[in-house]
């Protein structure tokens, strides 16, 4: 693993340098343009071993509990690992292990007190952690189930910005030392105790400086335990590397350099093993933690960081206050990192094929999200807005009872005879079927049955009526009903659209038959017009139909909520999984996320708009009026923000039930 670092040296300063880089046991040279300017992961180990690895002084941390009050969960407490050492971190379920982890790597931050990893504070801009410099096994296994073990490895090795033939080289090594099954097995075929492995392969896959691993051995067998074991122990003193892990397997921690038992939130004691089975005259390790706990509930044992009376064998050669913080920093000028760019376009290229690869691996929600915004147009276009194929509506007519009219739709003359016949039959001419009842009942029993969408009845000498009405605007002589000029429609107002059509149509042909007869008997036509008229539109038409109006808004609501829907269940999924945790760790950023995800989103965006627009346009007539590039950027744009929409989401929320219910809230208010 060669390549992770660049350190360069200003003149002025390179005597010291060859001090330091004797230590790193790099030979110095004269000449400083033959200074050697990359420097590898190993020199991390390698350097100053006297320094502390990581240093927590007087952390606190406490986490908000569920009546909004701060549970702390660490309290006074100091630790350190020394490099090149195996440091076991012990206590009981709920003591705060986890959580002081969790600090070390930067993914939470300390409410008071100090902590160094390499002698920088976790999360600043030169302590590359999160980063490459630890590798983190996490308690659940943080992986994608959808991943081979192959895939899984190449994906985090890509973060840590390795080439592919070192990922192969360090997969192949890993797999044998693991016993790991044939690399292309699915990671949610194996079992528990292989799928710790793969995460524990994962957090070494770049080799890297400091190890921390939170319950690595669980599920394993003893056999395998042991080689794990082996081989760290192998890594502490072969490469220098800092291995600080969490257990409940207390004795196997025998095997470490220093142990570190906690209780409610506070280091008791740090000491090697040997030390602490003397110092209690213990044969156990068990029993030596169970005094330890067991003297705390009575009395305060304090914090112990007495390492005086550590065994003498371990690497704390130099560890004064100073020396704990120290920066790596200080052994050399400048620390130069690969390039922020470059590391970031590595970073989004891993984040785009790991997600390219679920949606590949998930077919059908790929399929799903590329078919179903244009069969959505296609069926609000089928079934929402559409004209009626066969309108049908019922007529009572009691005018002269004329059931059947045979009067041609014209007028000829301004005659009195037969006007519900005329309107009638221009009823029928704009392709409406009118059937005949012969009384209101039965038209009603028939609207009711759904035979038809409403009926309308003409009175008795409807036509007189409305000729003395128009003409000498006189009611009808000895009418009871006063309105017996006048049609009488009753309807199934149900439907919206069925109702705004018939009313329309309706109103339209009225419109034309008393013009008409008004022409016919020579009337004033302005006079009993209605007295407002519509002008032309600012936007639309004045014939804009409802599915128009409808297929557009299903356009754009599909355009927003699908890439929501997709980005955010990603997002969701990864953060459940705890794999977006360890790419955290792992030195990727929140933004390279975002990122990756526009990435990702965007071919697929770009599909469902323009599969959408073919399927509005050239299947259901809906017109574009304006410029099609500007309604497809604009679109474009909706797409954008509906992926953004869905990071806002799962930011808020930690399970997908969280994210349904948030989507189908905004998604009625946009309604
Ligand atoms: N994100 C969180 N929000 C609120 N409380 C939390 C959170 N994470 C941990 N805790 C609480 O902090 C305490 C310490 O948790 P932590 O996971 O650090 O313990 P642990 O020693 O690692 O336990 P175990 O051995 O079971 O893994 C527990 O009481 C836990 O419920």
Redesign the pocket.
């Known amino acids: 693993m060669a390549g992770f670092v660049n350190f360069s040296f200003s003149s002025e300063e390179i005597n010291s340098h060859h001090r330091n880089i004797e230590i790193l046991g790099i030979h110095p040279h004269n000449d400083d343009t033959d200074l050697p300017s990359r420097y590898s992961m190993s020199d991390y180990k390698t350097a100053a071993t006297t320094y502390a690895a990581v240093s927590i002084r007087n952390g606190e941390k406490s986490?908000?509990?569920k009546d909004g009050q701060p549970?702390i969960?660490l309290k006074d407490f100091n630790m350190t690992v020394s490099r090149g050492c195996i440091y076991s971190l012990l206590?009981?379920?709920?003591?705060?292990?986890?959580?002081?982890?969790?600090v070390m790597v930067g993914v939470h931050r300390l409410d008071q007190g100090d902590v160094k990893v390499f002698g920088e504070i976790p999360g600043t801009k030169e302590s590359r952690i999160p980063g490459s410099l630890a590798g983190y096994m996490p308690?659940e296994t943080a992986l994608y189930d959808d991943f081979t073990i192959q895939e899984m490895l190449s994906y985090f090795g890509k973060i840590y910005s390795m080439s592919a033939s070192e990922i192969s080289e360090r997969s192949e090594f890993l797999i044998n030392l693991l016993k790991l099954p044939e690399p292309n097995r699915k990671v949610g075929s194996l079992s528990g105790g292989q799928q710790r492995r793969v995460s524990f392969a994962v957090a070494l896959v770049h080799n890297p400086p400091l190890l921390i691993l939170?319950?690595p051995t669980v599920g394993v067998d003893p056999t395998l335990r042991l080689s794990i074991w082996k081989y760290l122990r192998q890594l502490a003193t072969e490469s220098k590397t800092t291995v600080l892990i969490?257990t409940?397997y207390i004795e196997e921690t025998r095997q470490s350099d220093m142990i570190g038992v906690?209780r409610n939130?506070k280091i008791l004691v740090e000491k090697h093993p040997d030390v602490l089975l003397e110092q209690y005259n213990q044969e156990f390790l068990e029993d030596v933690v169970l005094t330890l706990c067991h003297s705390d509930d009575y009395a305060d044992v304090g914090v112990s960081n007495t390492r005086e009376e550590s065994f003498p064998a371990i690497l704390h050669a130099d560890e004064t206050e100073e020396n704990h913080n120290m920066p790596i920093k200080a052994q050399f000028s400048e620390v130069k990192t690969a390039s922020r760019f470059k590391t970031a376009s590595t970073h989004i290229q891993a984040l785009v094929m790991k997600t390219a690869t679920l949606y590949l691996r998930n077919f059908v929600f790929l399929l799903f999200s590329l078919m179903f915004p244009f069969s959505q147009v296609l069926v609000v276009a089928l079934t929402i807005g559409n004209k009626p194929d066969d309108p049908s509506f019922g007529v009572v007519n009691y005018d002269s009872m004329q059931s059947n009219c045979s009067f041609a739709p014209k007028f000829e003359n301004c005659s009195s005879v037969g006007l519900s016949c005329k309107y009638l039959s221009k009823l029928e001419q704009n392709g409406i079927t009118l059937i005949n009842y012969p009384s209101e009942e039965v038209a009603y029993e028939e609207v009711a049955r759904g035979n038809v969408w409403g009926y309308m009845k003409f009175s008795k000498n409807f036509s007189s009526y409305y000729h003395s009405m128009q003409e000498y605007n006189l009611f009808g002589e000895g009418v009871d009903d006063k309105f017996s000029h006048m049609i009488h429609v009753k309807m199934d107002m149900s439907s919206r659209m069925m109702t705004q059509f018939y009313q329309q149509l309706m109103i339209r042909v009225y419109e034309e038959f008393a013009s008409e007869f008004k022409e016919a008997c020579d009337h004033n036509k302005g006079v009993g017009e209605f007295p407002m008229k519509i002008a032309d539109p600012i936007f639309g038409s004045n014939d804009a139909d409802f599915r128009q109006f409808i297929l557009i808004s299903t356009i754009v609501m599909t355009v927003y909520f699908f890439p929501m829907i997709s980005s955010s269940f990603w997002f969701i999924f990864d953060k459940r999984w705890g794999t977006q945790g360890r790419a955290i760790v792992a030195g990727v950023k929140t933004w390279e996320i975002m990122f990756s995800s526009y990435v990702i989103e965007c071919p697929i965006t770009i599909f469902q708009i323009v599969s959408s627009f073919l399927v509005s346009v050239y299947i259901c007539d809906v017109r574009i009026s304006g410029s099609i590039f500007l309604a497809f950027a604009l679109c474009i744009i909706v797409g954008f923000c509906g992926v953004s929409g869905g990071f806002l989401i799962a930011t808020f929320c930690s399970e997908e039930i969280q994210v349904g219910i948030a989507v189908m809230g905004e998604l009625s208010f946009t309604i």
């Open positions: 986490y908000r509990g549970v969960v206590g009981s379920s709920g003591s705060g292990k986890t959580t002081a982890l969790k308690q939170d319950e969490t409940h906690m939130g």
